[in-house]
């Protein structure tokens, strides 16, 4: 505790140089002059620690004595604030950046989102500027409710969203609405239809009417099996027909690279710009607002003046480096150019074949000036049954007037 005062008050390491030190000690105890930490150096040397308040009255007892006493260190509070006697544009401008915390900090300045996939940044953010949320709103008029449900009905991709003020700094916390696949169930009734053209090869029908037999031919979108059934003792009903149809099936991508390009040649010039952002307005710091050179790349960084605990400023760096380049055309090798092609038709065909196997894959290259066109032929054995709803108004015939 004590210690804490001392930094507080201030205190001195002093050097006191005299015929007799111990005088020293002894006219500081007369005089009420606390001291610790006393050592004597040298016959006529002695070093010891003082409060601040009694700094100059140690020194004329000192000189009253025939000794000279000399500062070592000064530490503590009042030492500190001593430095800025006098400075008032210091004090001044100390005093505005302790107003301007503590009022930037009850308005939002800072924006991020977080949990989108489909949904870009932008978009939500513009979202949440409709919504009255804006760069500078002030932070206790958010009212989170009624700015969750305006954002709920302009993005109808949103299920659940909400906005999290910390200090300057507005957090927007999304979740979309995840596509649900449409469920068929078992009582509902449908014909199984071929999802590709091919070769049946093996047919397997667990309910409904076969309309195709192995060795037969389909096209795409042809009933497989039907799920009207005609029988003797029930009659004509409609069930929920399922089969595993397995078909040969034949697939031909074609895809093209240009074999010529223009690429750039950068000239080892360039030039960097620099402005302010304040309050969502920019200030340019430089004259000349035209692009620096007729073609070139621009990157740009900001740097938000940000303080912990999510203490944003209305105030940002912009930096802009604009590097100029040529442009130069090249010629892409035609064995690049066929690797390419023949790598991306060939992720192309796994994609598609999702239940079954391929038997056989041709690539043919055809490098052209200009325009290199590269042709995939696969062989598959899979299935190619897909449930398909029936309507019931056109399948029994029934007009809707």
Known sequence: MQKMVNLLRGFARVSVECPFPERFINLCAHNNIAFWSAERVSEVRLEATIPRKALVRAEELAARIGGVLTPLDRRGMSFFLERFKGRYALIAGLLVCLLALFVSNRYIWDFSVEGNVSLTNEEILQALRESGVLTGSRSSSVNIETVRNQMLLKLDKLIWLTVNVTGSHASVV????????????????????????????????????????????????????????????????????????????????????????????????????????????????????????????????????????????????????????????????????????????????????SRGEILSETFLFNPEPGLATGVLVAESLERIDVSHKIDLAETLGWRIP
């Not at 037999?213 to 003792?233: A, K, N």
């Not at 078909?247 to 690279?257: I, S």
């Not at 710091?285 to 003046?305: F, H, R, V």
């Not at 892409?332 to 060939?346: F, G, I, K, N, T």
Request: some cysteine.
């Open 174 to 353: 999304v979740r979309e609405r995840a596509e649900k696949p449409e469920i068929i169930s078992r009582g509902t009734p449908v014909n199984v239809i071929a999802e590709k053209a091919g070769l049946v090869t093996r047919i397997d029908t667990l309910s409904g009417s076969a309309q195709v037999f192995p060795g037969d031919t389909v096209q795409r979108g042809q009933l497989l099996v039907s799920g009207l059934v005609d029988s003797s003792q029930v009659g004509v009903r409609l069930v929920n027909a399922r089969a595993d149809v397995t078909a040969r099936t034949w697939t031909e991508l074609r895809a093209a690279v240009p074999t010529g390009a223009v690429g750039k040649k950068y000239t080892g010039r360039s030039k960097t710009r620099y402005a302010l952002v304040l309050g969502g307005r920019r200030v340019n710091l430089y004259g000349n607002a035209s692009q620096p050179y007729a073609m070139c790349d621009k990157i740009s960084e900001t740097s938000a003046l940000r303080l912990p605990q999510n203490v944003v400023f209305p105030i940002a760096l912009v930096k802009e480096t604009y590097t100029e380049y040529e442009p130069v055309s090249y010629q892409m090798d035609e064995s690049v150019a066929e690797d390419a092609l023949r790598h991306a038709l060939e992720e192309a065909l796994r994609g598609g074949i």
